[in-house]
């Protein structure tokens, strides 16, 4: 069964700061592997999404690269800025399965 | 387009009470997705389907049923509702129908829904 991790579970971090997200997932036979950002009270907003044969994609100030064979992916955030407070899932894909952690916590101190 | 929309925003039902959670997607997506979300915890899914007449089971289905008689609508059904499905449902879509695409979910609002 495929387990997915996130750490931290909550980070705080002064404004212009570079940053990394870490998720772990137990079974490396994924499809895709997407994260997200959830603000309080809302749905969620796809960042980025690296499929299998990818190694990363990058967005703006966001990198995310994805290593399958160690079942990692990391979120890189570069100059961290107050409205980048929010909460940080990620998913991984099979087929149509998707199974998310619980997310990272994100405060960016102005 | 609208996206992916859910009603209603927020509902509380008590326990027993059956309800129907909406979601209509204008993007022509044939795959579509419901999900709960629990506090501090990522998402679970509940039911899926991959095109109209045609639904699975996901993770944590017990307790809900859904349909697709349409591409655009999917909703969820609660029978007896119960303090344990009390969460925030998410609705979310994926893919162009008869296209690649590139899997990308895209998610509605959620409906939160306290069953007491």
């Known amino acids: 069964k495929q387990e997915v991790t996130q750490i931290p579970a909550a980070l705080s971090v002064p404004e212009g700061e570079n940053l990394v997200l870490n998720c772990s997932f137990t079974d490396s036979a994924i499809y895709n592997l997407q994260w997200f950002r959830q603000d309080p009270g809302k749905g969620l907003t796809s960042l980025l999404l690296i499929q299998s044969s990818q190694r990363e994609q990058t967005s703006g100030r966001l990198n995310a690269s994805l290593d399958k064979s160690s079942g990692r992916s990391t979120l890189y955030i570069a100059a961290s800025q107050p409205g980048d407070s929010a909460t940080y899932l990620c998913a991984v894909i099979h087929s149509h399965d998707m199974r998310f952690g619980a997310g990272t916590r994100l405060t960016v101190k102005p | 387009n609208a996206g992916v929309t859910q009603t209603p925003k927020f509902r509380i039902l008590k326990i027993g009470q059956s309800m129907t959670l909406q979601c209509t997607q204008d993007?022509?997506?044939?795959?579509m997705y419901w999900y709960r979300q629990d506090p501090g915890m990522g998402l679970k899914l509940i039911y899926y389907s991959v095109g109209a007449g045609i639904t699975d089971k996901g993770e944590v289905p017990n307790g809900y049923n859904v349909s697709r008689s349409t591409t655009e609508d999917f909703p969820l059904r609660l029978e007896l509702a119960a303090p344990s499905q009390t969460s925030v449902y998410f609705c979310a879509s994926s893919y162009p129908k008869g296209g690649q695409g590139r899997n990308t979910q895209y998610f509605g609002p959620g409906t939160r829904l306290t069953v007491l």
């Open positions: 993007m022509n997506h044939n795959y």
